[in-house]
């Protein structure tokens, strides 16, 4: 079976990965627009178990990223100067370039070889190949290039958000929500690497226009961002790495394959980085449809079938519950009429995943100490 695959993102590099491992006949090329050590954004977070499930299928993989990973236990949400701390619940974060250089690594000890600096802008070139997969992140050419036969729709959500990074290093992940003369703005932040943290600020539609961010270039962002947070990044700078503001695309598609096209990662779905599901779900992915090339006896079509059946139904609860958390941010403003304790309480509600006992649970400090509140009030 001839594969090409179109990224070298989490999705195709694991993908490309999964496919040299299982040492099937198969004739693998991988192209990538970027430089090896080029990638945006900064850290990304996961759950503290997101990665467990790599443990007994990959342990390599485990073992190479495990190490690496930036460790912490609780949330805290800061909302009218007060701290509130949402005990109980564990994260990790990694650099995503570090991430991807621990994946190129591996992948390459399997024989892979991936193009570099090589944007694909034409898939006729592929048009003789078994299976084009279009691991090619939010902007697919390989989805554009018949969102009919995908079944795609794309709308985009009504705030604005901007990636940067700060060498304050934050002790947990952290939000902070502050209300400014021109209306509500937040930061999501914590630290993915020693000396580094991820610092992501979002605002509503109106704030963005009425702060004026619309008419300032990113040097200016950056510096108006430093004096709004100026209390959190503690005399820190923000860092830029194409740190422009950007509306959240959500993408939805019907069909997983078309012809000899199938998609993965986020060219397939996005999910809102409220929840840090994204990169994890990229890689369970191409975990589904390596598995799937695998039982198909060289028969692409079956694979790319097998891949959408086996994949969608679990891959539907998670995509739900994060564009659950991201209507959330949507009127985050509105939610900050609440005093701490209750915002805190409306903010681990948001996904409609986790009910009252399910919180004592996971975060009894924090419940405890909402009901004295509460019975106080
Ligand atoms: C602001 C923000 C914060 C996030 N935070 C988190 C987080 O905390 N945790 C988390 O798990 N996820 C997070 N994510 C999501 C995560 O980044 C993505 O879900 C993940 O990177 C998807 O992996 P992918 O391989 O599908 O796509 P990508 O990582 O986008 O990779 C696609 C690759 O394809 C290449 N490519 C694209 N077009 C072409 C072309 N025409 N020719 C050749 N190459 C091409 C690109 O250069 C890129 O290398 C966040 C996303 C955003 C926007």
Redesign the pocket.
């Known amino acids: 079976m001839r594969i090409v695959i179109?990224?070298?993102?989490?999705?195709?590099l694991y993908l490309s990965l999964l496919l040299k491992r299982s040492r099937l006949d198969v004739s693998l090329q991988v192209?990538?627009?970027?430089a090896p050590d080029s990638?945006f954004?900064f850290?990304?977070?996961?759950s503290e178990d997101a990665l467990e499930f790599l443990k007994q299928d990959d342990p390599e993989i485990f073992n190479a990223i495990t190490p690496e990973l930036e460790r912490w236990r609780g949330i805290a949400i800061h909302h009218r100067g007060e701290r509130v701390m949402l005990d109980g619940i564990g994260f990790t974060?990694i650099g995503?370039l570090q991430l991807l250089q621990l994946l190129q690594k591996q992948a390459y000890a399997e024989g892979v070889k991936v193009t570099f600096n090589?944007?694909?802008?034409d898939l006729s070139e592929f048009s003789d190949a078994d299976m084009i997969v279009g691991?090619?992140?939010?902007?697919?050419?390989v989805r554009r290039s018949d969102e009919a036969g995908f079944g795609t729709s794309i709308s985009y959500l009504s705030n604005r958000?901007a990636?940067f990074g700060t060498t304050k290093v934050f002790d947990t992940l952290s939000q902070t929500f502050l209300e400014t003369p021109h209306g509500p703005i937040n930061a999501h932040h914590y630290r993915y690497s020693p000396t580094m943290s991820?610092f992501?600020v979002e605002c509503t539609d109106q704030t963005f226009f009425a702060s004026g961010f619309d008419r300032m270039s990113e040097d200016e962002t950056r510096i108006a961002l430093e004096r709004v947070f100026a209390a959190t990044l503690d005399g820190h700078a923000l860092v830029s790495n194409r740190s422009i503001w950007?509306q959240?695309p959500i993408i939805h598609n019907e069909r997983w394959f078309t012809g000899n096209k199938v998609i993965?990662?986020?060219?397939l779905h996005?999910?809102h980085?409220s929840i840090?599901?994204?990169?994890?779900?990229?890689i369970e992915d191409a975990i589904a449809l390596a598995r799937a090339i695998k039982a198909s006896s060289d028969d692409a079509r079956a694979a790319m079938a097998a891949y959408q059946a086996q994949r969608k139904p679990v891959l539907d609860k998670l995509v739900a519950a994060a564009n659950a958390s991201a209507a959330w941010y949507e009127t985050f403003g509105e939610h900050m009429a609440l005093p701490p304790y209750d915002f805190a309480m409306s903010y681990l509600s948001r996904t409609g995943r986790m009910d009252i006992e399910r919180i004592r649970k996971v975060a009894p400090e924090f419940v405890a100490e909402w009901e004295r509140r509460k019975s106080t009030a």
């Open positions: 179109i990224g070298a993102g989490p999705a195709g192209v990538e627009q970027n990638t954004g850290g990304v977070v996961f974060a995503r090589r944007p694909v802008n691991a090619d992140g939010v902007t697919s050419l958000f990636w991820t992501l950007r959240f993965l990662g986020d060219a996005t999910a980085f840090g599901s994204g990169t994890r779900l990229a």
